[in-house]
């Protein structure tokens, strides 16, 4: 595959996300456009030569660009989708969002215009910290990219993406828009709510027993993380997969019953049983999660994978 390049890239959102996307395609750009609404972020942008020209204009960001890759709020990107960018983009431009679910977007792309090139991503990749002060060329480097086609996605459009991940050093990952929702629903979403809902129970408990925060540690800092979460973030990225998180709620509210029944009836034997594949499957995920960080660390090469459809 060619390598990316592109006369004109406009970034839409100069977060942590998008302010690394732009640092990432600085060599593959010929100019680069960044849209925010903050001052104080437009003014980081252009001070740090992370884009060439700035502006809180969509429209006047976006007319030009060869390619447009929108870097905010799931929501927003929905309504820019659905209202405003389609009147805005020239004939063969490459549209790519990196919102958290796929569905609605994807939905929304598949009624732009014809010739705009539209598909769905999702980088697996972040970091604990905001903003454009954090944004890291690296961040994407050997991480999964998820593309979902939409009913504007041409097969130039998948090889102007492709390129793009690519040229990123992300990993390919390519299913469709409702896989892909209810796949990050187990991985990502409900981890959140479990989190967040772990640190509302000791919080509640810690009112009448100071002792909890006190003695809290590794265990419940790797378990409370994900509840330090950016809260609007986060909640325009469960409301725009209720469904597929509420059924995997419901199943983690049966295993976790199991184990309820379990302690209280004093089957201890039998909840240890229980718990020895549970760990085995950790085991087995974090060998071949290091495994493959390893490869591409060691510069095999990145690998394109194509997922299949559910039936």
Known sequence: MNGFKTKHLAVVGLGLMGASLAVALR???????GI???????????KHGIVDHVTDDLRSGV???????????????????????????????LLIDIGSTKHDICEAMGKLPIGVHAIGGHPMTGKEVSGIEAADGNLYRNRPFVLCATRRTT????????????????????????????VVA??????????????????????????????????????????GSDIKMMGDIISTNSRAVATLLARF?????????????????????????????????ATNYETRRNKDENGNGQTNHQVTPSP
């Open 27 to 33: 060599s593959r750009a010929e100019r680069i456009t």
């Open 253 to 285: 509210r049966v295993q976790l019953a199991i184990m309820e029944s379990m302690l209280i009836s004093g089957e201890h034997d039998e909840l240890i049983e229980a718990l020895f594949p549970v760990r085995q499957a950790r085991i087995d995920w």
């Open 155 to 182: 097969p130039a459009t998948r090889i102007k993406a492709l390129s793009l991940v690519e040229a990123l050093g992300a990993e390919v990952i390519e299913m469709d828009a409702e896989r892909h929702d209810k």
């Open 36 to 46: 925010d609404a903050l001052p104080e972020t437009r003014e980081y942008a252009i």
């Open 63 to 93: 007319m030009d660009a060869e390619t447009v890759i929108l870097a905010v709020p799931v929501r927003v990107i929905e309504r820019m989708v659905s209202r405003q960018i389609g009147s805005y983009l020239r004939s063969n431009t």
């Open 186 to 227: 187990g991985i990502s979403h409900l981890p959140y709510i479990l989190s967040a809902s772990l640190v509302a129970t000791i919080a509640h408990e810690a009112r009448n027993e100071d002792a909890y925060w006190q003695l809290a540690a590794g265990g419940f800092r790797d378990m409370s993380r994900l509840a």
